[in-house]
């Protein structure tokens, strides 16, 4: 069973490899035809059980999406949940790569796909729109901004920081996204580190 379990991951990591190229060399009108085959296979891999799996599902995330940015528009938010879980990531190098996806996917989509994104990234919940699910189950909403600026590794806190600053600074739709970004900027100058507070 231990070796069935290797082979599998070793087998899914040559398929990620596949992917990789077939991203890479495929013409724009394929990457046209199966966007959404695509998109469904990048997420499969990026909530894979393997943190290696993860880890380059969420580097060829980023790569898809600075490749595609106009074909991806509508696939914001999608890409955008398929990267969480390598936020919550036990790895470092993981959440690294999730935070550099983040950053292309948000690239991509602007206004109403980027609001919803951060409202996920920040545990928001709307007080007027209670889902009826909530009256029958417990929910909950995990602030992945607040679980990154305290991260232990600081080399995660500093990519954090850097990625709040360009998105503070260049998207498009920047200044709609201020309030929820700015307090984890100021948090950033009381870090222990003194690069991070530079």
């Known amino acids: 069973l231990l070796k069935l379990v290797e082979t599998s991951e070793e087998i899914r990591m040559q398929l990620l490899e596949l992917l990789k190229i077939i991203i890479s060399c495929a013409e724009e009108q394929f990457k046209y035809q199966f966007v959404n085959s695509l998109v469904a296979i990048l997420k499969a891999f990026a909530i894979d059980p393997s943190p290696d799996i993860q880890r380059q599902a969420n580097l060829l995330i980023s790569q898809f999406a600075r490749e595609n940015k106009e074909l991806l528009f509508h696939f914001t938010e999608q890409l955008g949940r398929s990267t969480l879980l390598a936020l919550v990531s036990r790895n470092s190098k993981v959440r690294m790569a999730g935070i550099e996806a983040l950053n292309e996917v948000l690239n991509c989509g602007i206004w109403k796909y980027n609001s919803t994104i951060f409202e996920i990234l920040v545990g928001f919940r ?28 600081i080399a995660v806190r500093e990519l954090f920081i850097r990625s709040i600053g360009d998105w503070v600074t ?20 009381f870090d222990d580190y003194p690069e991070i507070v530079e």
């Open 126 to 153: 709307d007080p007027n729109s209670v889902p009826i699910k909530a009256f029958y189950e417990y929910t909950t909403h995990l602030n992945y901004f607040a679980l990154l600026i305290k991260d232990p590794k």
């Open 170 to 189: 260049r998207l498009p739709d920047r200044y709609d996204h201020h309030p929820r970004l700015i307090p984890y900027l100021l948090a950033g100058i």
